[in-house]
């Protein structure tokens, strides 16, 4: 029945390859590839498919930030100024606290008019940031809610700084390694990877090979590549608190809300510290899509229902991936079947 709705699923969207993990109480219940990871070469997606999981990587970036809060090495409240030289003026009051919650009021850099004519290119961390150093902050610093990855990107530098270690190896010391995570490393579109799926685009429903798309521009805003079969590694270790305690779990997972909005019953979701939390009434829901040229990923965590749905496909411009991973733990836990995104969709 799951992999009917699957398979429907990737269908009407038009999917070429879709990998799909579901953890319950902990444990693995579905880890499966459907469809293909290279149309070209009729290669099937598996629970090994490695994908670009994009902006689901900022999980892995506020972990490591967490990881330090909890060691005294920096402060959730601390400025961002504390810690890098030659930013804005109007950066100065900007604090760790309000980037991992979007609260920074940050321009984001991938917003910006000539975003796209430059992801081609292997820039610098100093030439993407000059994109929008120029630029006023959208709000003051704590006051509102609004997506962005610049300042991911900046605590890419300030986890760099402080531990005088690249991103990369600190993801590797931290997560990846501890857990045996060894399909996940950073993208690098030169590596041979074992299992990269190729990545797709659909202009007017044509099915066409993605671009290139530098990682220069993508850094600690989502730059990893991984599969489903470590992803629930990544689950486990959240389920039991592995990595971090479970307080300072719990407060990444609360909604964190801005001066000037705190009505929960007009919001969808909020922002914790690295997740999304979802307003589904009564029950903690917390996740994160993911989304970058020729992929899409989800993972949403039903916290109270005890289970996790992971999603990696090689398609760009799904709609709602969130929706999808809800649709199927509903095979797993009926109950989810009466639960609807406040306000209902």
């Excluded at 992801?119 to 000059?130: F, G, N, P, V």
Aim: with cysteine; charged share 20%.
């Amino acid at each position: 029945m799951i992999d009917y709705y699957i398979q429907a699923t990737m269908t009407r969207n038009q999917i070429p390859g879709l990998s799909v993990a579901v953890v319950q109480e902990g444990e693995p219940v579905l880890v499966k590839g459907y469809g293909l990871a290279n149309v070209e070469h009729s290669v099937s997606a598996t629970e090994q498919t490695v994908y670009e999981i994009a902006s689901v990587g900022k999980t892995f970036t506020a972990t490591v930030t967490m990881m330090l809060v909890e060691q005294g090495i920096i402060s959730l409240k601390e400025a961002i100024a504390n810690y890098l030289d030659h930013l804005p003026l109007t950066w100065q009051n900007v604090t760790i606290g309000h980037i991992l919650s979007h609260q920074s009021g940050l321009p984001s850099y991938t917003d910006t008019p000539n975003y796209w004519e430059i992801t081609h290119l292997d820039l610098s961390k100093s030439e993407i940031l000059a994109l929008v150093t120029h630029l006023p902050l959208k709000f003051q610093p704590g006051d509102f809610s609004a997506y962005d990855n610049t300042g991911y990107y900046l605590l890419g530098l300030i986890l760099e700084k402080v531990t005088e270690k690249s991103y990369g190896d600190l993801l590797q010391e931290h997560i990846f390694a501890p857990l045996g995570m060894n399909a996940t490393v950073m993208n690098d579109p030169k590596d041979i990877v074992p299992h990269r799926s190729a990545g797709y685009r659909l202009p007017n429903s044509k099915l066409v090979n993605k671009p290139y798309y530098s990682p220069s521009v993508t850094y600690s805003a989502g730059g990893q590549l991984s599969s489903v079969e470590d992803m629930v590694k990544w689950e486990q270790a959240l389920f039991a608190a592995t990595l971090l305690k479970q307080s300072t779990l719990d407060l990444m997972w609360t909604p964190h809300f801005p001066n000037q909005g705190d009505d929960w019953e007009k919001l969808r979701y909020v922002a914790g510290l690295g997740w999304w939390v979802l307003n589904y009434s009564d029950r903690r829901v917390v996740g994160h899509n993911g989304s970058i040229l020729g992929f899409a990923s989800n993972i949403t965590r039903f916290i109270d229902d005890r289970i996790t749905v992971i999603l990696l496909c090689n398609l760009d411009k799904i709609s709602r991936p969130d929706a999808i991973a809800k649709k199927i733990a509903e095979y797993y836990c009926p109950a989810l079947k009466e639960v609807v995104l406040q306000p209902p969709l």
